[in-house]
C-alpha cells in the first residue's frame, strides 16, 4: 500500500496516511480541522543495475565457428604485420 503525504493549508502540519490507491484522499487535518492538500514527494523507488540502457542489452552472440574464424584473421594480421617490419 502506497504512503501519501498531506499538508493542511490552515496550521501546516505534514501528515502522512498509508491508503489503497482506491480510497479517497484526506479532505480535513487531525490536528486543527483544516484542509488538506496532497503532496507529491520523492519516491523510494529506485532503478539500479544494468539493462537500462540500450547498450546495456545482450549482444548477439557469434557462433563458435565464426568466431574461431574472426581469431584466426586477426592473429594472421598480427603475424604477417610483425614479419613485413623486419624488411
Known amino acids: 500500500m502506497p504512503i501519501y503525504e498531506y499538508e493542511c493549508t490552515k496550521c501546516g502540519k505534514i501528515t502522512e496516511a498509508m491508503q489503497k490507491f ?3 484522499p484526506l479532505t480535513e487535518c487531525e490536528h486543527c480541522h483544516g484542509q488538506l492538500r496532497k503532496l507529491i514527494s520523492m519516491s523510494t523507488f529506485h532503478l539500479k543495475g544494468t539493462g537500462w540502457y540500450v547498450t546495456d ?9 565464426q568466431y574461431s574464424n574472426n581469431k584466426d584473421k586477426n592473429t594472421s594480421k598480427k603475424t604477417d604485420s610483425s614479419s613485413n617490419s623486419g624488411n
Open 57 to 65: 542489452y545482450a549482444r548477439k552472440r557469434q557462433s563458435s565457428s
Open 22 to 24: 482506491s480510497d479517497p
